[in-house]
């Protein structure tokens, strides 16, 4: 039985920090403080953060038959991620990604789609997903086959067995629009796009007015991030912005959002209200930001707790 499972991409980042500028593009070579290897992407993110809330968490991903893949299941294994649902595509290379982060904290990435652009998860595994209590997507638009053939099983089989189901995005890198994504939002309790990414896939700038591109396709609870500026909350009841956790220094934004899903999702199992769990994932997000690399920054859900309270205090 697993608290949650996280299904999507995995990838090792090679992140590189101090001294990162436009200007590493017009000499020959820099000079930086730090490169350094991580376990990173969507889904990883998300079950590294939830593994040290306290959830039992699983991943489904797929991994190269290569020293990168190596190391990302160590490094994933090393945080409590239970990694039995994890493939090991035997002629794939890992999925890698290069993290370039500027000094006030903001990111670039170059990645390569490596084996997850021919991944689809097994019978065995679409199995698994109905021992858990929420099925977390993390994120449509890095792995075409998972979009267009994997995701829709995980989803009915989570909900046929009564779990919770949550689903991010990245920006439509794919170029697809709706066309593949739009048919599972019928089956995603809470869809959690980044104001970027939900405004790259609709065209909208207005949260409210994207909102209901998204219920037009049949999401019913939505949860955009949006950064520094907190979260719009929009469900059947309601349609509310929710204030970050502010105060704490920035040292790279690599990974927040996905922290803000996991910890977001931890409230819910935890039965916290929506807005509460918003609370909850905003000061996730920030203890995470304090840090350099993507996760695996936050110890417990009560450390969680404690900058929360004294933000409120």
């Given at each position: 039985m697993y608290d949650m499972i996280c299904a999507g991409v995995a990838c090792l980042d090679i992140v590189v920090s101090g001294n990162v500028s436009p200007t590493v593009f017009t000499v020959d070579s820099t000079a930086v403080k730090n490169i350094s290897l991580h376990s990173g992407g969507d889904?990883?993110?998300?079950?590294?953060?939830?593994?040290?809330?306290?959830?039992?968490?699983?991943?489904?991903?797929?991994?190269?038959?290569?020293?990168?893949?190596?190391?990302?299941?160590?490094?994933?294994?090393?945080?409590?991620?239970?990694?039995?649902?994890?493939?090991?595509?035997?002629?794939g290379n890992t999925v890698t990604s290069i993290v370039l982060v500027s000094d006030d904290g903001s990111r670039n990435f170059m990645f390569d789609r490596g084996c997850g652009s021919e991944y689809i998860p097994s019978q065995q595994v679409i199995e698994a997903v109905k021992s858990c209590k929420?099925?977390?997507?993390?994120?449509?638009?890095?792995?075409?086959?998972?979009?267009?053939?994997?995701?829709?099983?995980?989803?009915?089989?989570?909900?046929?067995?009564?779990?919770?189901?949550?689903?991010?995005?990245?920006?439509?890198?794919?170029?697809?629009?709706?066309?593949?994504?739009?048919?599972?939002?019928?089956?995603?309790d809470y869809l959690m796009p980044s104001f970027e990414e939900a405004c790259d896939l609709t065209g909208e700038v207005d949260p409210k007015r994207m909102c209901q591109i998204f219920r037009s396709y049949g999401a019913t609870n939505i949860v955009i991030k949006m950064g520094g500026k907190g979260c719009y909350l929009a469900t059947s009841e309601q349609e509310t912005m929710i204030p970050p956790t502010s105060g704490t220094k920035v040292v790279d934004t690599t990974g927040c959002g996905d922290t803000f899903v996991a910890a977001f999702c931890y409230g819910l199992l935890d039965g916290k209200s929506i807005e509460d769990c918003a609370r909850f994932a905003h000061a996730a997000a920030a203890i995470n930001a304090s840090h350099l690399g993507a996760s695996g920054h936050i110890h417990s859900a009560n450390e969680v707790e404690i900058l929360l309270q004294s933000k409120e205090s």
């Open positions: 889904a990883s993110n998300q079950a590294v953060t939830a593994s040290t809330l306290g959830l039992r968490t699983g991943l489904i991903t797929c991994i190269g038959n290569d020293w990168k893949g190596e190391q990302l299941k160590r490094l994933l294994e090393n945080r409590g991620v239970l990694t039995e649902l994890v493939a090991t595509m035997e002629d929420l099925l977390s997507i993390g994120s449509f638009f890095v792995m075409p086959r998972f979009d267009h053939e994997g995701v829709e099983p995980l989803l009915r089989a989570a909900k046929a067995a009564g779990a919770i189901t949550v689903a991010d995005m990245t920006c439509d890198t794919l170029h697809e629009g709706f066309k593949h994504i739009g048919k599972y939002f019928p089956f995603i």
